[in-house]
């Protein structure tokens, strides 16, 4: 498991990539998704996919970014571009912290463990996931999303809107 000073650092980014999505990084009881949390998108499972198995997949990433870090926490983006998207994944020590999906509703890879994909709407997240989840929408910072975090292990999916109200990205976060 990742020690306390990763974790946190995990949590400052995410809290800085995501801003207002919920108060502090926790979504309140009353909307947290019951059920069995989503731990797999693009064929990536956040617990058990490593990073050879992601390449074994998709083939040797388009790009590769190590992020400013402590000396004792190393925190590397990946990038792919696919035929028919792209994909993102933060690496931090050597856990899969983030996936992120974007690109064409054609794409069968790019979907959520449970089925959720580019191009569905919000009765397809509903119906897969439950009623329990924070819709936003800030028009002056072209912010229309919608996050679902899980009571028992608080991983959490965010799938980002067009102004169809269709999902044009899936990002999906291990616990912090």
Same mark, same amino acid.
């Given at each position: 498991m990742m020690n306390?000073? +990763? #974790?946190?650092?995990? *949590?400052?980014l995410? &809290? *800085? *990539?995501?801003?207002?999505? +919920?108060s502090a990084d926790h979504l309140p009881p009353e909307l947290q998704a019951r059920g069995r949390p989503e731990k797999k998108l693009a064929r990536i499972h956040l617990e058990h996919t490593k990073l050879a198995d992601v390449i074994r997949m998709y083939g040797k990433p388009s790009?590769?970014?190590?992020?400013?870090?402590?000396?004792d926490l190393v925190m590397t983006d990946y990038y792919w571009n696919l035929s028919k998207g792209r994909l993102h994944l933060l690496m931090v020590q050597n856990y899969i912290s983030l996936v992120e999906v974007e690109g064409s509703s054609k794409s069968g890879r790019l979907q959520t463990g449970s089925g959720l994909k580019i191009g569905d709407d919000l009765g397809d997240l509903k119906r897969i996931y439950g009623p329990r989840y924070k819709? #936003?929408?800030?028009?002056? &910072?072209a912010i229309h999303d919608v996050m679902i975090q899980w009571r028992s292990q608080e991983f959490s999916l965010v799938a980002e809107l067009d102004t169809r109200d269709r999902i044009k990205k899936l990002? &999906?976060?291990s616990p912090e």
């Open positions: 306390l000073f +990763c #974790r946190n650092s995990v *949590l400052v995410l &809290l *800085l *990539l995501f801003g207002t999505t +919920c790009k590769v970014e190590k992020q400013p870090s402590p000396p819709v #936003r929408n800030i028009p002056s &910072l990002s &999906l976060f």
